[in-house]
Structure formats: C-alpha cells, structure tokens
C-alpha cells in the first residue's frame, strides 16, 4: 500500500539517491513517445535495422510503456558515464592497425548487469519511501526506447548520429530506467545543440549515418561486428579496419566529448588489457580462453565464432607480418566455413594467397 507523499519532494529524493548509488544525472519524464514511435517506424520501413528483427517484434510496445507495463504513468531515466580517462586512446589504435579497436563501452564488466542493480536498489529506497508501488527496471533489456525517453527526461538530446549528447558530459554514459505508477512531476526535455555540425556523418567509415539522425544499420561496424551473425559483406571489411567490436568513430569526433568526465566505476575499467592489445593475441585465444576471459564482459554475447570473423577481417587489414600471416594459415585448419571466409579473404587482401 502506498504512503501519501509530496510528489515534487520525492522526485528530488528521487534524483539524490540516484546520484548517491552511482548515476551521474536522473531525470523524470511522461510516456508520451509517439514522435518517436513514428521515426521508428520509418527507419523500420526503410529496413534500416538489417536483421535486427526485434525491433521490429514488439509493435507500439516499444513507444506507449503503458501497453509494456500496464500502469506506467511515469519513467525514471538515468544516465552513468562509462569513460575511463587512463587508457589508450581510441583514435591512437586506429593507427596501429596490428592493435585491437573495441568499443570503449565494452572494455570492462557488462553494463546491464551493474546499472540493472543500481536501478533495483533505487526502486527499494522508493519503496521504503512510499510503500509498495507499481514499477519495473530496464537498461537495454527490453522494448525500451531509452535515448528518447533520456531526451524528454533531460538527460541530453539525441545527436545525428542518433547518440544521446549532454552537454557537460558528451557521449560516453549508459542509461535505464525504472517504469513507474507513481505521479511524479516531469522535467523539461532538453533542447538541441549540434547546430550546423556534421563531423560524425563525415567521419563514418561505412557511411552508415546516411543523414541525420537516420542511421543504416546494415552499412554500420557496430551492427556487422556484433548484430550481425553472417558474413560480413566485403564491400565493408577495408572500411573496417582494426575495429573487432563496435566503433566508436562518431563519438570520437564530436567536439561535445572534450567535456567528458572519467568514470569512478571500477567495473568499467578495462579488463585484460583489452584497451591496448594485439590483434594476434586475441586471434589466437581458443575458445575457452575467450569465455574465460569474456567472462561478466558485453564482448562474450557475439560468441566466439564471430569473435574469429571480426578478428580476421582486422588481421587482413594490418601490416601482414610473417607471424600474422602464418597464424591465418594456422586457422584455416579446423574452423568453421564462417571463419574460414573470413580468413581467406584476410590472407588474400594481405597478397598471401594460400
């Protein structure tokens, strides 16, 4: 049973738990999502989300939360930033094309799980609050469109290459949200500030940010190197790189980073080294040293096959030393067709045709 409460003070108890357990910033907001559903639509129409057939799954589940949850009137939206300041550069592996270039968000424990507890255990503190009450957490689990809700919640605006932007803290932060029952006053959704800039349309590998905020899925790295459980089409794998999981190009270019904090979560910082290591050191990782070593990591839900997909395509791309070259010729040997493409593409790009 709920506790009558006043609204306007709990919100701002709201937002002081969320930052006592961790989130940088908490923000309330309305479940009035249909702008969003109708861009949603229309990217589904022009098939920009390639095989990711769950966006696609749950109808208008995805942009009315009410028809999600039954109940929602409201949504707690946080954000927790995930940039580590003591580690290699992104843009400094782009030009070692023998390193790794993974994902920043990836390089340490698996987000879900750490804002998924952060978010269960501000539910409690409401709780203790207000009594029982009807709510439920979400971080990238489910039919959610968090970075609209983000914007309505004033966590930042949506960029052109459809990230969400805050302007003291750029790019590099997670969100989740918490559906609630509760009649919680809302804030002010934040307003636009990328202007007349297009340095992540222009610095796209692929030219998958094909206007903006219309990103094709189907021509971006972080699609084919972790959506994606096929091949990868050739006319991609150059564009690709040392890029094994994700790309953070976009991000790396938008001057609204420069205002970037470094995380204070020891979760996220990186583990094995995985911010500055060799691409044939990886390569040769057997499987169970991958799931060992990708263990509580976002890296191990692509599985170890299209771990050695990525992985070739990058060593096809590198400087081709002698060790590179045998240890494709090594793989070529017991693995699967998937891999075996993908390495003999490498080899051949390389001008080392078996």
Not at 20 to 39: C, K, N, R, Y
Not at 96 to 118: C, E, F, M, T
Not at 136 to 143: E, G, H, K, L, N
Not at 309 to 328: F, M, P, T, Y
């Amino acid at each position: 049973m709920k506790t009558a409460v006043d609204q306007d003070k709990l919100a701002k108890q709201i937002k002081a738990w969320g930052q006592a357990l961790g989130f940088q910033q908490v923000g309330i907001s309305d479940t009035d999502l249909e702008e969003a559903g109708a861009h949603l639509n229309s990217w589904l129409d022009n098939q920009f989300h390639g095989d990711m057939e769950y966006m696609n799954k749950h109808g208008s589940k995805r942009y009315r939360p009410e028809e999600l949850e039954p109940g929602t009137y409201r949504i707690i939206s946080v954000r927790m930033d995930y940039s580590s300041g003591d580690i290699t550069p992104y843009e400094d592996l782009l030009q070692q094309p023998d390193k790794a270039a993974i994902s920043r968000y990836a390089l340490g424990r698996d987000y879900h799980k750490v804002i998924r507890k952060r978010l269960q255990q501000l539910a409690h503190k409401i709780e203790q609050q207000v009594g029982e009450f009807g709510y439920r957490v979400f971080t990238d689990s489910a039919p959610v469109m968090e970075k609209a809700i983000a914007e309505k919640a004033g966590l930042g605006w949506i960029g052109k290459h459809s990230n969400v932007l805050n302007a003291k803290a750029g790019s590099w932060f997670f969100l989740g949200e918490i559906y609630t029952d509760l009649a919680l006053p809302v804030d002010e959704k934040a307003s636009f500030h990328c202007g007349s800039c297009r340095k992540c349309l222009d610095a796209c590998p692929t030219q998958a940010i094909v206007a903006p905020f219309k990103v094709d899925a189907r021509r971006c790295i972080s699609y084919l190197t972790i959506e994606n459980h096929g091949a990868i089409p050739v006319e991609f794998r150059k564009a690709m790189g040392n890029r094994i999981y994700g790309c953070d190009d976009c991000q790396m270019v938008c001057p609204w980073n420069k205002f970037a904090t470094p995380t204070l979560e020891a979760d996220f910082s990186p583990r094995h080294h995985l911010d500055d290591i060799e691409l044939l050191t990886l390569f040769r990782w057997d499987e169970e040293t991958f799931l060992a070593k990708t263990a509580g990591s976002p890296i191990r839900r692509i599985g170890y096959q299209a771990w050695q997909r990525n992985i070739a395509v990058a060593l096809g791309n590198s400087d081709g030393s002698e060790d590179i070259v045998q240890a494709l010729k090594d793989k070529l040997v017991n693995t699967s067709d998937l891999v075996r493409e993908h390495v003999e593409w490498a080899l051949e790009n390389l001008g080392a045709h078996t």
